[in-house]
């Protein structure tokens, strides 16, 4: 028996780190909600979503040094065997239903758009009916095969229910893990080139500010109904008057737009003749996705021009030496916003040191994913041969008592292996319109999110484990309780040992671009890629950096096309202050902004871009020396002027073919015409 102070000192140290973890998540929410007015049905099934997995990376380091200490004196923090399974308990279960009930449910109860409760369930309850008896189905099919074979009892069916969360799980884990591992020493490493993480900054700006100008006009579209319905005080409206005053007051319509009664006239073909609740439910769900989704954009929009304008402030300073970035806006980092560096200790600080520290980290980063690849690949046949296992088990041939430092690896490794996924998560497309914005997410973007957060530490846990020595392996209070669950069917046995080999289809496709390829043959992205402005190095067409680079210019100056729609009561608040704070302007020159609710194509406002960004450019190409005298023979050729006997108008004639005037003889009479009688009809001659 091991003596009590040391047992009483790792409870106070456990209790210490759920604290920590509870109040990082506490600011992580704050960061994303506004928590005064998000209700508490929402705010606790979040925070509860987002502590359990995180203290299970914690959990796991404690059952290694607790399972493996033998009777000994523990060299790590550990606590007794009945605490941890308590503890495995308590957050499994709880993840369990936060993932596959609480928050589904939640999601779509806020986003259902009815005004009662009642109704807000019911549209919750059928909206998850199909999923839920979806995976009812698959249950019922695999609880008979299990009852055949193990027979009926209640083993069995918690054995079958913990095997399908794990393999759903695991495989999405593995997945968006893959791509992580390769996505994560990438970007640290283009990073840490201030010129190209400009020009990459630029290359993506035209398809952010189009996303915005479209998320606009939808918004307005929506608000034109509304203030249709407004207008209506007889018929079935009548009955929704005070719905329809709610929806009303929200919205920014009059101050937003001052064309707001020509669009209202042409969205009224798309107000129904007899309103509804089912209609109105329906617009007030579209008009609270379309509110947040301006927002989203409008955020990010917001945090592209900082970036830039940081960046090329970086790039800037290189001549004199001194960086001073001027006034800030709530989006830049701390790094900029303190006033504790002089301006030259920042410029070292943002021109040497921090992309040494990218590149280091891009170093430390690659060398810990190939770690990973390999020691996915290699466990199911050689596990004495995995980094990871190294790294943590003292002797891997002959496993003994893990210590703290094994502890602290245990957990850098499971934290990058989770941390990977999450990066994934946020990269693909394939989710909706569902993002984190700054203070104004919404609420079924943060449920979602939530329970991604859940659903993949556990599989990623238990996936981590199986890196160790099978002694140590199973010796674990998470194996007992868990990994032995998910052997005992034969859908669990031996899936975690042979599929986490897939997991070189997701990081081949990143390291080598297939999505990029994909995207381009099936016009389909799945993950989200950034242009590459080496794909078009002059930056003219669709999306180029040169049409960025124009967007954020006007923007930086006051020009863009955004100060209308920033000037409403919504608009305002998302994005005004964050405008009215960003960075130092120049005097404004005489600019008219386009119409707002002109819905223009994609090819026409990219048209229009293209032609201001025409001008000369300043700076040179980057290139070789055959590129760059391609560039200048093309130019020769497209600036030379045309002779006028090319551009089709006519010769002028000689004088002695010409009349008296010396012009082109007038009706004909004159000059040879004196020669042939000095008449001639239509393509005859007189001789």
Same mark, same amino acid.
């Given at each position: 028996?091991?003596?009590?102070?040391?047992?009483?000192?790792?409870?106070?140290?456990?209790?210490?780190?759920?604290? %920590?973890?509870?109040?990082?998540? @506490?600011?992580? #929410?704050?960061?994303?909600?506004?928590?005064?007015?998000?209700?508490?049905?929402?705010?606790?099934?979040?925070?509860?979503? #987002?502590?359990?997995?995180?203290?299970?990376?914690?959990?796991?380091?404690?059952?290694?040094?607790?399972?493996? &200490?033998?009777?000994?004196?523990?060299?790590?923090?550990?606590?007794?065997?009945?605490?941890?399974?308590?503890?495995?308990?308590?957050?499994?279960?709880?993840?369990?239903?936060?993932?596959?009930?609480?928050?589904?449910? @939640?999601?779509?109860?806020?986003?259902?758009?009815?005004?009662?409760?009642?109704? =807000?369930?019911?549209?919750?309850?059928?909206?998850?009916?199909?999923?839920?008896?979806?995976?009812?189905? /698959?249950?019922?099919?695999?609880?008979?095969?299990?009852?055949?074979?193990?027979?009926?009892?209640?083993?069995?069916?918690?054995?079958?229910?913990?095997?399908?969360?794990?393999?759903?799980?695991?495989?999405? %884990?593995?997945?968006?893990?893959? !791509?992580?591992?390769?996505?994560?020493?990438?970007?640290?490493?283009?990073?840490?080139?201030?010129?190209?993480?400009?020009?990459?900054?630029?290359?993506?700006?035209?398809?952010?500010?189009?996303?915005?100008?479209?998320?606009?006009?939808?918004?307005?579209?929506?608000? %034109?109904?509304?203030?249709?319905?407004?207008?209506?005080?007889?018929?079935?409206?009548?009955?929704?008057?005070?719905?329809?005053? +709610?929806?009303?007051?929200?919205?920014?319509?009059?101050?937003?737009? *001052?064309?707001?009664?020509?669009?209202?006239?042409?969205?009224?073909?798309?107000?129904?003749?007899?309103?509804?609740?089912?209609?109105?439910?329906?617009?007030?769900?579209?008009?609270? &996705?379309?509110?947040?989704?301006?927002? =989203?954009?409008?955020?990010?929009?917001?945090?592209?021009?900082?970036?830039?304008?940081?960046?090329?402030?970086?790039?800037?300073?290189?001549?004199?030496?001194?960086?001073?970035?001027? =006034?800030?806006?709530?989006?830049?980092?701390?790094?900029? =916003?303190?006033?504790?560096?002089?301006?030259?200790?920042?410029? !070292?600080?943002?021109?040497?040191?921090?992309?040494?520290?990218?590149?280091?980290?891009?170093?430390?980063?690659?060398?810990?994913?190939? /770690?990973?690849?390999?020691?996915?690949?290699?466990?199911?046949?050689? *596990?004495?041969?995995?980094?990871?296992?190294?790294?943590?088990?003292? !002797?891997?041939?002959?496993?003994?008592?893990?210590?703290?430092?094994?502890?602290?690896?245990?957990?850098?490794?499971?934290?990058?292996? /989770?941390?990977?996924?999450?990066?994934?998560?946020?990269?693909?497309?394939?989710?909706?319109?569902?993002?984190?914005?700054?203070?104004?997410?919404?609420?079924?973007?943060?449920?979602?999110?939530?329970? $991604?957060?859940?659903? #993949?530490?556990?599989?990623?846990?238990?996936?981590?484990?199986?890196?160790? *020595?099978?002694?140590?392996?199973?010796?674990?209070?998470?194996?007992?309780?868990?990994?032995? @669950?998910?052997?005992?069917?034969?859908?669990?046995?031996?899936?975690?040992?042979?599929?986490?080999?897939?997991?070189?289809?997701?990081?081949?496709?990143? @390291?080598?671009?297939?999505?990029?390829?994909?995207?381009?043959? /099936?016009?389909?992205?799945?993950?989200? +890629?950034?242009?590459?402005?080496?794909?078009?190095?002059?930056?003219?067409?669709?999306?180029?950096?040169?049409?960025?680079?124009?967007?954020?210019?006007?923007?930086?100056?006051?020009?863009?096309?955004?100060?209308?729609? &920033?000037?409403?009561?919504?608009?305002?608040?998302?994005?005004?202050?964050?405008?009215?704070?960003?960075?130092?302007?120049?005097?404004?020159?005489?600019?008219? *902004?386009?119409?707002?609710?002109?819905?223009?194509?994609?090819?026409?406002?990219?048209?229009?871009?293209?032609?201001?960004?025409?001008?000369?450019?300043?700076?040179?190409?980057?290139?070789?020396?055959? $590129?760059?005298?391609? !560039? &200048?023979?093309?130019?020769?050729?497209?600036?030379?002027?045309?002779?006028?006997?090319?551009?089709?108008?006519?010769?002028?004639?000689?004088?002695?073919?010409?009349?008296?005037?010396?012009?082109?003889?007038?009706?004909?009479?004159?000059?040879?015409?004196?020669?042939?009688?000095?008449?001639?009809?239509?393509?005859?001659?007189?001789?």
């Amino acid at each position: 028996m091991v003596s009590s102070p040391v047992a009483v000192g790792s409870g106070v140290f456990f209790s210490f780190a759920l604290l %920590a973890i509870s109040l990082f998540v @506490l600011l992580l #929410l704050r960061r994303f909600l506004t928590l005064r007015a998000t209700p508490a049905y929402l705010t606790v099934p979040i925070f509860l979503a #987002l502590a359990l997995p995180a203290s299970v990376v914690l959990l796991v380091p404690i059952d290694l040094a607790s399972s493996s &200490r033998d009777g000994g004196a523990p060299k790590g923090i550990w606590l007794p065997d009945r605490v941890v399974l308590v503890l495995w308990r308590i957050a499994y279960w709880l993840i369990f239903l936060l993932t596959w009930i609480v928050l589904p449910l @939640l999601g779509e109860f806020i986003d259902s758009g009815y005004r009662e409760p009642k109704d =807000r369930i019911l549209y919750s309850l059928r909206s998850n009916g199909r999923y839920q008896l979806a995976v009812l189905g /698959c249950g019922i099919v695999g609880l008979i095969y299990i009852s055949i074979q193990n027979g009926f009892d209640f083993t069995s069916i918690k054995a079958l229910v913990m095997a399908l969360a794990y393999v759903w799980g695991l495989i999405l %884990a593995i997945y968006l893990m893959g !791509h992580g591992l390769v996505s994560i020493p990438r970007t640290l490493t283009q990073n840490a080139n201030a010129s190209g993480r400009l020009r990459r900054i630029q290359a993506r700006a035209p398809k952010v500010h189009d996303r915005l100008m479209d998320a606009i006009t939808d918004l307005e579209e929506l608000e %034109a109904q509304v203030a249709q319905l407004q207008r209506r005080k007889v018929g079935t409206a009548k009955d929704f008057q005070e719905w329809i005053e +709610e929806l009303a007051e929200s919205s920014s319509l009059p101050e937003s737009r *001052p064309m707001a009664a020509t669009t209202v006239n042409e969205s009224t073909a798309s107000v129904p003749a007899v309103v509804t609740e089912r209609y109105l439910a329906d617009l007030t769900r579209r008009l609270q &996705r379309a509110r947040h989704q301006r927002a =989203r954009f409008l955020d990010e929009w917001d945090r592209l021009v900082q970036s830039a304008a940081d960046t090329q402030a970086v790039i800037d300073s290189t001549a004199s030496k001194k960086l001073e970035f001027g =006034r800030q806006s709530p989006h830049a980092s701390f790094l900029s =916003r303190t006033t504790l560096l002089n301006p030259y200790l920042r410029y !070292h600080l943002y021109v040497n040191i921090l992309p040494s520290i990218r590149y280091t980290l891009a170093a430390i980063l690659s060398i810990a994913s190939v /770690c990973i690849v390999w020691s996915e690949l290699i466990k199911s046949f050689a *596990p004495q041969l995995s980094f990871i296992s190294l790294t943590v088990v003292p !002797h891997p041939s002959e496993p003994g008592p893990i210590d703290f430092g094994g502890q602290v690896v245990a957990s850098a490794w499971l934290l990058y292996m /989770c941390f990977a996924a999450l990066v994934g998560v946020n990269d693909a497309k394939v989710w909706g319109n569902r993002a984190l914005v700054r203070r104004n997410t919404y609420g079924e973007s943060a449920c979602w999110y939530a329970g $991604q957060v859940a659903r #993949l530490t556990v599989p990623l846990s238990y996936n981590f484990i199986t890196f160790l *020595p099978g002694e140590t392996r199973q010796n674990t209070t998470f194996y007992k309780f868990l990994g032995r @669950l998910i052997d005992l069917t034969p859908l669990g046995k031996g899936f975690d040992y042979f599929f986490p080999v897939f997991i070189l289809l997701p990081v081949c496709a990143t @390291l080598f671009n297939l999505y990029g390829r994909v995207k381009s043959i /099936c016009s389909f992205g799945l993950l989200e +890629e950034e242009d590459d402005p080496e794909n078009n190095p002059s930056g003219y067409g669709t999306g180029g950096w040169r049409e960025g680079r124009d967007l954020i210019e006007r923007e930086l100056n006051g020009l863009g096309s955004l100060g209308l729609s &920033r000037s409403g009561g919504n608009a305002r608040q998302a994005g005004g202050a964050a405008r009215g704070g960003s960075v130092s302007r120049p005097a404004p020159t005489m600019w008219v *902004p386009p119409a707002e609710g002109s819905r223009a194509p994609r090819s026409a406002r990219t048209a229009a871009v293209s032609s201001r960004v025409s001008e000369p450019a300043i700076e040179e190409e980057e290139g070789n020396f055959f $590129q760059s005298l391609a !560039h &200048r023979v093309r130019n020769t050729f497209e600036t030379a002027n045309i002779p006028q006997w090319m551009q089709g108008d006519q010769l002028p004639r000689p004088r002695w073919m010409a009349g008296d005037d010396g012009g082109s003889g007038g009706d004909g009479r004159g000059g040879l015409a004196r020669w042939f009688g000095d008449r001639f009809a239509e393509g005859q001659l007189r001789l």
